[in-house]
């Protein structure tokens, strides 16, 4: 069948990881692999918990006032021009 993997066809990729990345660090890739997905597992349900309680009350926050603008002395002073004899 096409599109399809046998056995063969796995123990080859397997073999092929073995070739590429070694023995010692395939274990390291794996517990690497597992935690991230523990920590990603971890995440999407502390999310998931979270939503209800922010869908029932949204939590408003005040807009942050900028302190007023102050004037530039640019604008308002004349320039004189000065003339050399």
């Known amino acids: 069948m096409l599109?399809?993997?046998s056995w063969s066809h796995?123990?080859?990729i397997a073999l092929l990881f073995v070739v590429l990345f070694g023995a010692k660090r395939l274990p390291d890739a794996a517990r690497?692999?597992?935690?991230s997905l523990r920590i990603f597992k971890s995440e999407v349900s502390q999310m998931q918990?979270?939503?209800p309680a922010a869908g029932a009350a949204p939590a408003q926050q005040p807009a942050q006032q900028l302190p007023p603008a102050q004037?530039?002395?640019q604008a308002t002073t004349?320039?004189?021009e000065t003339?050399?004899?």
């Open 71 to 73: 004037p530039s002395n």
């Open 10 to 12: 796995l123990l080859i």
């Open 78 to 80: 004349p320039q004189t």
């Open 32 to 35: 690497g692999l597992g935690r």
């Open 49 to 51: 918990n979270e939503s």
């Open 3 to 5: 599109g399809t993997f």
């Open 83 to 85: 003339k050399s004899v």
